[in-house]
């Protein structure tokens, strides 16, 4: 069974960074699609940053050039490296993973209700 755990969040200011971690069991990442979403109240999920298993990243307009997807294979931690936080870039922020194919495997697919998704963990950004 597949399971993943968010954590890492919290309250920042404008400009300052974060970095979420998705501990995850019963996957194999090199076989796997993973990424992270986002959903902030009254507005619709948008998935921000994949990864597939050779590595190869994906992400967001929101979030390019400002966040970062990594995964360290051995400790089977997927990470969200945050920087220049925006207030509106507040939301729920959820780890994803699917056994889904690589040409699949990009930030907007997680944007749907696929595969495996953790409980969340919030960040709010003050300005």
């Not at 994803?96 to 953790?118: I, L, N, Q, R, T």
């Amino acid at each position: 069974q597949v399971r993943l755990m968010e954590s890492g969040g919290g309250s920042v200011q404008a400009g300052g960074s974060l970095r979420l971690s998705c501990a995850a069991s019963g996957l194999v990442y090199s076989s796997y699609c993973m990424g992270w979403f986002r959903q902030a109240p009254g507005k619709e999920r948008e998935g921000i940053a994949a990864i597939n298993g050779d590595g190869r990243t994906s992400y967001a307009d929101s979030v390019r050039g400002r966040f970062t997807i990594s995964q360290d294979n051995a400790k089977h931690t997927l990470y969200l490296q945050m920087n220049t936080l925006k207030p509106e870039d507040t939301a729920m922020y959820y780890c994803a993973a699917g056994h889904f194919a690589p040409y699949v495997c990009d930030a907007e697919f997680w944007s749907h209700d696929k595969g495996y998704s953790g409980q969340g963990t919030q960040v709010t950004v003050s300005s």
